[in-house]
């Protein structure tokens, strides 16, 4: 899609395209009301500045539309596809399957979420290390990395949406 498209595309389907990229509701609705942005790089600064504000509320919901690290999204349509492209460095190893479906678990145990990383250009051992640093947060401090970490996806995917 070009600026010009999303620019001047209806809302239902301005929305449909952000949402691919990060499922929430308020950064989505701001966004699509924000046009015409004129360039990608309005875009992805103004998506850039609404996704700082994020709540944990709509991190955790936007959680949802990402599979666990090292799994496939069961979906299909954009955001699928988008995550399948980030996690394709992620080895699929038996040992390393085995790996992050333990931290998984041990996340997932601690922080009553699924672990969410860039996945994109990093490791399956990168991607490891990280886990393994992020169980020793506290959850407020696990949180504010989380939204980090949604907010770099999201503005990837905005970025590719437009290349």
Known sequence: MDITTFDTADAEKAAAVLRSCADVDAWVDALV????????????????????????????????DHPRIGERHVGTGRSAELSGREQS????????????????????????????????????????????QRLTHDPETELAVTAGQLREIALLRLEDTFA
Do not use: K, M
């Open 33 to 64: 009301a924000g046009r015409p942005y004129g360039s990608v790089e309005a875009l992805v600064a103004r998506a850039d500045a609404l996704a700082a504000g994020w709540t944990g509320a709509q991190v955790e919901a936007a959680l949802a």
């Open 89 to 132: 460095g992620v080895d699929d190893s038996a040992d390393t399957a085995a790996r992050l479906a333990a931290g998984n678990a041990a996340y997932e145990e601690r922080f009553d979420r699924i672990f969410l990383v860039r996945a994109a250009g990093r490791s399956a051992e990168e991607i490891l290390a990280l886990l393994e």
